[in-house]
């Protein structure tokens, strides 16, 4: 977590309590170490944040202190709750986890007369009919891409047919019917698109690939969609 990140989320936190909260009880709500709390809340305070307390007692936050409105027209907060709704049908539970929390912290800062329209825009966004996937982790999947590590996964194709590859995961593809995962395939020597719900298991190697400057996502994306799965 980025450190802007983890204070925004002490704020937060402190905001939502109605008594004392601990150092301690903090870490652990951020997955940190108590001295790294110490010296967000000092980093707070010294930014004129009304944070009163002390170690082994416990913060509050002053009441009548709030953030800063943020300046969003009527359609940027639209397309916030839109884009919120779209992630909830892409069955990728780390970025619907995601999306849920890019809402909350909007809505804290937005101003009392825009607020209704994130919570209870009337605009309807349908479930989506993507399968699940079963035997991989999407949230692993997409840190394999950032990190260029190999992945080593058992896939079914179309017939229920087994095979084992190695493939370099380049990216993901989130369609209204389907999830792909883009890759360069070891065994095949060629790019191929591999549907989520057809990964049976999954494995992320500690080997690593080139990723060339962005050759392989520009090759991949330069291909026919309609290129074979598998």
Known sequence: MRRSDRLFDIIQRLRTTSGPVTA???????????????????????????????????????????????MFTIDEVEAIAVGARLVRRLRDPKLQEAAEAVLAKVTVVLPDRMRSHLSATQIYVSPGVTAEAQGADLAEMRAAIRDSRKLYIA???????????TIWPIAMAYYVDVTLVGAW??????????????????????????????????????????????
């Open 155 to 165: 896939y079914a194709d179309v017939t229920g047919r087994r095979s084992n590859r």
């Open 185 to 230: 395939c070891e065994l095949r020597a060629d790019y191929r698109n591999f549907r989520v719900e057809r990964i049976q298991s999954s494995k992320v190697l500690d080997e690593h690939f080139d990723q060339d400057n962005g050759r392989l996502f520009r090759e991949w994306s330069a291909l026919p969609k309609e290129r074979p799965t598998g």
């Open 24 to 70: 301690a009880a903090l870490a652990a709500d951020l997955e940190v170490t108590p001295r790294t709390v110490y010296r967000d809340i000092a980093t707070l305070q010294a930014r004129r944040v009304p944070i009163e307390g002390a170690a082994g007692i416990g913060y509050v936050l002053r009441k009548g202190f709030d953030l800063p409105p943020l």
